[in-house]
C-alpha cells in the first residue's frame, strides 16, 4: 500500500508499504513530467530548459490514484507520474542484466544461430545472455570476408583504430601486433594502451584448416572475486598500482595507464587489463613491487587455469562477440603449413549492445 503527503520543505513524500519512505525534491519531480507540453514526443528531449525553472516552484496539487501519482505545480505545468517508474528510477533499477560471474563449468556455451537473430525475442535473448556472460558465440553466419563489419554494424557503430575499420588475423611477416603471427596467445584483454579502449569485440572465422589455433575466453569478474574472496592482499595492490601499457609501430606510439583490476567509487568492478606484452608498472618501492609482481603471478595464473578458462574451436562460418573490458581471450599456437587460418575482427562500443537491448525490450513492454 502507498501513500503520498508533502512534508514542510514542499517535498514529496511517498511511503511504500510502511516500510520505505522517500522525499522527492519539487523540480525533481517538475522534470519528469513527459506530456508533451514538456516533451518532444519524437525524440523524448525537453523543450524547456529545466535550469531556468523558478527556484521558488511549489507543488499545489497532488493525488495517488494506484500507479499513478496526478501533481500540479505552481508555475502552471501537470501531469501524471507513474510511480513504478519513480521507484525504478530512485533504486536505480536497470533492465540491463547484471553480470554473472562464471568459471569453467559450462553445460552448454551461449551459442545462437545467426539466422534466428531475426526473430526480435532471439536477438534480445542473444543480448540479454551477452550482458550477463560477458561473451556469446554466433553459429551459421556467412564465410565471406566483410561479415563482421555487417554483423557489427546490425548492433552500432564500428570503433575505427589504426588497424582500421577491421582487421585480419592471419600469419604474416613483419607484423606489428604478435596476433598477426602463428604464435599462442595467453589470455588478454585487447588495447589496454588506447583511450578510450574499445569496449566490445567481435572475431569472425572465415577458415581454420591449420592443427591448432584453438580459442580461449576467461571471465576477469570471476576471478576478480574470487582474489577478493580469497586474497584480500592481492586484490588490493592490482586494485591500487597503476600500469602503464605501450603499443608502437612506424606510424603511431599509444599510451595508456591503468589498473589490472578497476574499480568504480563504491568498490565495484569495472573492468579488467591484462597484457604481459604492453605493461610497465610504474616505479614503486622494492618492497611494493615484490607485492605486486606477486599479485601479478598469481593472477595470470588463475587466468591460465582449468577452473576459469574455457577452450574451444571456432569454425569457418561461425563468430564471438566477447566485452573486451571484462572477458580476457587468446588462442593455442597454430601450424600455419597444415592449413590457412583466417579471422576477420572489429570493435564496437558498449552503448550498441545496451543501447539495441533497451530498445527491444521497449518494444516488447509496449506490445
Given at each position: 500500500m502507498s501513500s503520498v503527503s508533502l512534508d514542510n520543505n514542499n517535498c514529496l513524500l511517498i511511503q511504500i508499504d510502511n516500510v520505505s519512505k522517500f522525499s522527492l525534491h519539487t523540480q525533481w519531480l517538475r522534470e519528469r513530467l513527459s506530456e508533451s507540453d514538456y516533451i518532444d514526443s519524437n525524440n523524448k528531449q525537453r523543450l524547456y530548459e529545466p535550469s531556468l525553472l523558478n527556484e521558488n516552484l511549489k507543488i499545489i496539487k497532488y493525488s495517488l490514484d494506484g500507479n499513478s501519482l496526478h501533481i500540479s505545480f505552481s508555475d502552471g505545468a501537470n501531469g501524471t507520474l507513474l510511480l513504478q517508474n519513480l521507484l525504478s528510477e530512485i533504486n536505480k533499477t536497470d533492465i540491463i542484466p547484471l553480470k554473472t560471474p562464471w568459471k569453467n563449468n559450462f553445460t552448454n556455451l551461449p551459442i545462437y544461430d545467426h539466422e534466428k537473430l531475426s526473430n526480435q525475442k532471439n536477438l534480445m535473448q542473444m543480448l540479454e545472455n551477452f550482458q550477463q556472460l560477458g561473451f556469446v558465440i554466433i553459429s551459421n553466419i556467412s564465410k565471406e570476408e566483410g561479415t563482421v563489419i555487417n554483423f557489427a554494424?546490425?548492433?552500432?557503430?564500428?570503433?575505427?583504430?589504426?588497424?582500421?575499420?577491421?582487421?585480419?588475423?592471419?600469419?604474416?611477416?613483419?607484423?606489428?601486433?604478435?596476433?598477426?603471427?602463428?604464435?599462442?596467445?595467453?589470455?588478454?584483454?585487447?588495447?589496454?594502451?588506447?583511450?578510450?579502449?574499445?569496449?566490445?569485440?567481435?572475431?569472425?572465422?572465415?577458415?581454420?584448416?591449420?592443427?591448432?589455433?584453438?580459442?580461449?575466453?576467461?571471465?576477469?569478474?570471476?576471478?576478480?572475486?574470487?582474489?577478493?574472496?580469497?586474497?584480500?592482499?592481492?586484490?588490493?595492490?592490482?586494485?591500487?598500482?597503476?600500469?602503464?601499457?605501450?603499443?608502437?609501430?612506424?606510424?603511431?606510439?599509444?599510451?595508456?595507464?591503468?589498473?589490472?583490476?578497476?574499480?568504480?567509487?563504491?568498490?565495484?568492478?569495472?573492468?579488467?587489463?591484462?597484457?604481459?606484452?604492453?605493461?610497465?608498472?610504474?616505479?614503486?618501492?622494492?618492497?611494493?613491487?615484490?607485492?605486486?609482481?606477486?599479485?601479478?603471478?598469481?593472477?595470470?595464473?588463475?587466468?591460465?587455469?582449468?577452473?576459469?578458462?574455457?577452450?574451444?574451436?571456432?569454425?569457418?562460418?561461425?563468430?564471438?562477440?566477447?566485452?573486451?573490458?571484462?572477458?580476457?581471450?587468446?588462442?593455442?599456437?597454430?601450424?600455419?603449413?597444415?592449413?590457412?587460418?583466417?579471422?576477420?575482427?572489429?570493435?564496437?562500443?558498449?552503448?550498441?549492445?545496451?543501447g539495441k537491448l533497451r530498445l527491444l525490450k521497449s518494444i516488447e513492454a509496449n506490445k
Open positions: 554494424e546490425s548492433l552500432g557503430p564500428v570503433r575505427t583504430t589504426n588497424f582500421g575499420k577491421h582487421f585480419d588475423v592471419v600469419s604474416k611477416p613483419n607484423p606489428n601486433d604478435l596476433a598477426y603471427t602463428s604464435l599462442g596467445l595467453t589470455a588478454h584483454t585487447d588495447n589496454p594502451y588506447r583511450k578510450p579502449i574499445p569496449g566490445i569485440q567481435i572475431l569472425h572465422c572465415i577458415a581454420n584448416e591449420a592443427e591448432g589455433g584453438d580459442s580461449c575466453l576467461v571471465d576477469g569478474f570471476a576471478i576478480a572475486e574470487h582474489l577478493r574472496e580469497t586474497d584480500k592482499e592481492a586484490f588490493e595492490i592490482l586494485t591500487q598500482t597503476d600500469v602503464l601499457f605501450k603499443f608502437t609501430d612506424k606510424d603511431i606510439l599509444l599510451e595508456n595507464y591503468g589498473k589490472l583490476i578497476e574499480l568504480d567509487d563504491f568498490g565495484n568492478y569495472m573492468q579488467s587489463r591484462f597484457s604481459g606484452r604492453l605493461d610497465f608498472v610504474t616505479y614503486l618501492e622494492p618492497k611494493k613491487l615484490e607485492k605486486f609482481y606477486s599479485a601479478r603471478r598469481k593472477i595470470f595464473n588463475l587466468y591460465a587455469s582449468k577452473e576459469f578458462e574455457i577452450n574451444f574451436r571456432l569454425e569457418s562460418g561461425m563468430l564471438m562477440m566477447f566485452d573486451n573490458l571484462r572477458i580476457l581471450h587468446g588462442r593455442t599456437e597454430y601450424d600455419p603449413n597444415t592449413g590457412f587460418r583466417h579471422l576477420q575482427g572489429c570493435y564496437i562500443d558498449h552503448d550498441s549492445t545496451e
